[in-house]
């Protein structure tokens, strides 16, 4: 009677490690394969930014004083590398600690250079509609240039590994600045938390909070 329980509880024992093993194998795990699903918005760009409140009010204030590139957002075809409000924050704090030290006028959105906002601005926008697919064949990233100056950006596209797969787990996206040069030490990062929002005319990532605005240009550029 020992052995015959024995044996049932080994077999119980096989049953269940095998069906975990095979659900762990299946698409809908969440340590297989996990895909961010394309989000839809019916409506351009600047109706989506400006349907997120407390998120992108920073963006849309710089955008109402640029109206070439709000005019961009709202008609063509491109990528937005979308910053929140936190990283304006962090870009501004940055700048105004400086100011403030040197017995300087502080700055604010409003008061900001044009023309400095929008050579920085620009570096968040390329052409045309690209969602992770247009990255995940280039093992060491794809350069693109910035809508209007022309500016050489990177994009790195990862599978991050998980629970023993490699590159199993959950996409990773990088942005770069690469500084017009080739020597990856000296690029200014920016990390996505959140990929692939399809607008009418643009697909949009989301910078990580973390990201001061500007990408470590906004102090230099605004203290002239």
Sequence with gaps: MKN???????????????????????????YYDVENKLQEFDGNAIAYLQAQPNTYDSLLKVLER??????????????????????????????????????RTLINLNTATIEELNIMMCKYIIAEKRTTDAFKAFL?????????????MHIQYNKLDASGYVAGGPQSVTFSDTKNGFVRAYWERAQISVVNIKTSNAIIYVLNPLH???????TSRLNK
């Design 4 to 30: 015959r329980m024995k044996n049932y509880t080994k077999a119980l024992l096989f049953l269940l490690i095998t069906s975990v093993s095979i659900s762990s194998c299946k698409d809908d795990s969440p």
């Design 66 to 103: 640029l109206p070439e590139l709000k005019n961009v957002l709202t008609n063509e075809q491109v990528t937005l590398f979308a910053p929140t409000n936190q990283n304006f924050i962090a870009a501004l704090s940055d700048l105004n600690f400086v100011r403030k030290s040197e017995g």
């Design 140 to 152: 060491d990233g794809i350069y693109v240039p910035s809508i209007k100056i022309g500016e050489q």
């Design 212 to 218: 001061v605005f500007g990408f470590n240009e906004f």
